[in-house]
C-alpha cells in the first residue's frame, strides 16, 4: 500500500496563476483534509470531505476550492495565486471504522511558493 | 482564545532527559485526545492516542490527559536523538457529534542533543 501520496511534491508559482494538487489515497478511507503549514502557526485545515461527492468548508478555505469526484482522490485548486499561499501543503485520510477513531494518515507533503 | 494552545519551543535537552510537552484546550466538547509526531520535511505521523481522562503508556513515552484542567501531556523518557522532531498535540469531539475535524497544536520543536 502507497498510503496518501500527493502531486506535486514542489511547485513554484508566479502571482495570478492557477494549479491544481492532487491526493490520492488506497485505504478505502471515507475522509479526507487538506491542510496548509506555516512556520508558527502549525497544521490549519483548509477543506476536507466526508465522502465522495461532498466537501466542507476548514479553518483557512479562501483562495482555494476543492473537489471530491472519486473517493480515492481530494483535488485542491488555486484559482489565482498569491504569495500568502505559500507554504507546506499536506493531504490526509481517515477512517470512520478504523481501529483508531479518525487516526489521520498524512502525505508527503507539497511545497509551493508563490512568488 | 485558540481552542487549543501549544508552546512552539523550541526545546533542546541532552540525551536522555526526561521530556514533558504540554497542551491546553478550551473546549470541554474534546473527548479524543493524539499526539503526532513530524520529523524534517515529512508529514505528521501518530504517536499516541488516548480516550477522555487518564494515563497511556507505551515504551519511553506516556500520554496523559487531566480533562477537570483541559490539560495534556507527553511524556519522553530516555529521550534519544532520534526523538528530535515536531511534536503536534491534537483533539476531537466525539464521534456522535459526527465527523469534525481534527484541531491542531501549533507543534513543540524538540531537539534531543547527544
Known amino acids: 500500500n502507497a498510503g496518501v501520496t500527493q502531486t506535486p511534491k514542489f511547485r513554484v508559482l508566479k502571482t495570478g496563476q492557477s494549479m491544481t494538487l492532487l491526493c490520492a489515497q488506497d485505504?478505502?478511507?471515507?475522509?479526507m483534509y487538506w491542510y496548509r503549514q506555516d512556520p508558527g502557526m502549525g497544521l490549519r485545515l483548509i477543506h476536507y470531505?466526508?465522502?465522495?461527492?461532498?466537501?466542507a468548508k476548514g479553518e483557512v478555505p479562501d483562495g482555494y476550492n476543492v473537489s471530491r469526484l472519486k473517493k480515492q482522490n481530494f483535488l485542491l485548486g488555486l484559482e489565482s495565486a498569491a504569495p500568502s499561499q505559500t507554504s507546506v501543503y499536506f493531504c490526509?485520510?481517515?477512517?470512520?471504522?478504523?481501529?483508531?477513531?479518525?487516526?489521520?494518515?498524512f502525505g508527503p507533503g507539497t511545497r509551493l511558493t508563490v512568488l | 482564545q485558540k481552542e487549543v494552545e501549544q508552546d512552539p519551543g523550541p526545546l533542546s535537552v541532552p540525551e536522555g532527559a526526561i521530556v514533558s510537552l504540554n497542551c491546553t484546550y478550551s473546549n470541554s466538547a474534546f473527548q479524543y485526545f493524539m499526539w503526532y509526531r513530524q520529523y524534517s520535511r515529512k508529514g505528521p505521523e501518530l504517536l499516541m492516542y488516548?480516550?477522555?481522562?487518564g494515563n497511556k503508556e507505551d515504551g519511553r513515552f506516556t500520554a496523559q490527559v487531566d480533562k477537570s484542567s483541559k490539560y495534556i501531556s507527553l511524556f519522553i523518557r530516555d529521550s534519544q536523538p532520534s526523538d528530535s522532531a515536531t511534536y503536534l498535540c491534537?483533539?476531537?469531539?466525539?464521534?456522535?457529534?459526527?465527523?469534525?475535524?481534527?484541531?491542531f497544536g501549533k507543534g513543540t520543536r524538540l531537539s534531543v542533543i547527544a
Open positions: 485505504m478505502n478511507h471515507e475522509y
Open positions: 488516548t480516550y477522555s481522562s
Open positions: 470531505s466526508v465522502g465522495e461527492g461532498t466537501t
Open positions: 490526509a485520510s481517515s477512517s470512520r471504522t478504523g481501529p483508531i477513531y479518525n487516526e489521520q494518515f
Open positions: 491534537a483533539m476531537q469531539r466525539g464521534f456522535l457529534s459526527g465527523n469534525t475535524p481534527l484541531v
